[in-house]
């Protein structure tokens, strides 16, 4: 069964850090581009960014909104995705999602519950 | 890069059908046939709904079907069941700069 589950998430002062895991099975995970997306409370979705697979480099595309404040890795032998966030903004403050690519071209398999993350003094 | 417009909220009585549009620019939904549509319960992960448009992955209810003109793309549930009370988001590519862009989601009631 296709499984990912995220941690890391909690509460953290504006301008902190925080580290993000993506734990994977079910699935090849190291044959898999992996994405992040968040969802503020009571918002809508926002795709965060996404790391590719070894052969592509583990090249790594990102969302205006977080660019150089975020960072995508993965360690293929952990069957692990994480999202290093620095910088943290209130704005930040959302339920974290990692996500396969889904069926077809650019369609994303959400198989988690999330990690909430809240930025805030 | 801007969310795409979706309406807040539809309704319908159930065995009606309802649409959700998603309307996004010539960078966007225009520019490909990569629409996705996700349904959401509160509390819980989005399930994709459609793909490409106009596909359904295996085990979504032929209920669901997609379409696409120009910079708007739709959802159209057919034969609402309260089970399809949910949140529906709509997605595209947009480019390998942005990537993804996703709708500001609409709220579907059954009555």
């Known amino acids: 069964e296709v499984q990912v589950v995220e941690s890391g998430g909690g509460l953290v002062q504006p301008g902190g850090s925080l580290k993000l895991s993506c734990a994977a099975s079910g699935f090849t995970f190291s044959g898999s581009h992996m994405h992040w997306v968040r969802q503020a409370s009571g918002q809508g979705l926002e795709w965060i960014g996404r790391i590719k697979i070894k052969p592509d480099n583990y090249a790594t595309t990102y969302a205006a909104s977080v660019r150089g404040r975020f960072t995508i890795s993965r360690d293929d032998s952990k069957n692990t995705a994480y999202l290093q966030m620095h910088n943290l903004k209130t704005e930040d403050t959302a339920v974290y999602y990692c996500?396969?690519?889904?069926?077809?071209?650019?369609?994303?398999?959400?198989r988690g519950q999330g990690t909430l993350v809240t930025v805030s003094s | 890069q801007s969310a795409l417009t979706q309406p807040p909220s539809v309704s319908g009585s159930p065995g009606q059908s309802v649409t959700i549009s998603c309307t996004g620019t010539?960078?966007?939904?225009?520019?490909?046939?990569?629409v996705s549509w996700y349904q959401q319960y509160p509390g819980k992960a989005p399930k994709l709904m459609i793909y490409?448009?106009?596909k359904r992955p295996s085990g979504v209810p032929d209920r669901f079907s997609g379409s696409q003109s120009g910079n708007t793309a739709s959802l159209t549930v057919s034969g609402l069941r309260a089970e399809d009370e949910a949140e529906y988001y709509c997605t595209s590519y947009a480019g390998k700069s942005n990537f993804y862009v996703f709708g500001t989601g609409t709220k579907v009631t059954v009555l």
């Open positions: 010539s960078s966007d939904v225009g520019a490909y046939n990569y």
């Open positions: 490409e448009v106009t």
């Open positions: 996500a396969r690519p889904g069926i077809g071209w650019y369609s994303l398999d959400f």
